[in-house]
């Protein structure tokens, strides 16, 4: 599976950005789908997974009810809609395809697009 991601960019607090993650390889539509993002100093963490199925969403808490994950196996995309942005939402965010159901863990990933900037001014 190969991961594009791509929708970041600079927004003002309080706006939003769609990122879209967009997959080849006939196995993703059997693939949870995770976002990650990483910003300056600290380490990568998990922001929301979907499972294969789209049938179930995990998002951090930090991002429940501001973020959300879907996708569209037909199109081998993966979105992640972000709304109410706040300047801590800065970082570089990464997609991820996994088999297994421990979401959280970047180490259940075992394919990552390259990263899009998402910078959230104050």
């Not at 979105?79 to 863990?105: H, I, S």
């Amino acid at each position: 599976v190969q991961l594009q991601a791509s929708g970041g960019g600079l927004v003002q607090a309080g706006g939003s950005l769609r990122l879209s993650c967009a997959a080849s390889g006939r196995t993703f539509s059997t693939a949870a789908m995770g976002w990650f993002r990483q910003a300056p100093g600290k380490e990568r963490e998990f922001v929301a997974a979907i499972t294969w199925t789209g049938r179930s969403t995990y998002p951090t808490d930090s991002v429940k009810g501001r973020f959300t994950i879907s996708r569209d196996n037909a199109k081998n995309t993966v979105e992640l809609q972000m709304n109410n942005l706040k300047p801590e939402d800065t970082a570089v965010y990464y997609c991820a395809a996994a088999w297994g159901d421990n979401y959280y863990d970047t180490t259940a990933y075992g394919y990552w697009g390259q990263g899009t900037l998402v910078t959230v001014s104050s």
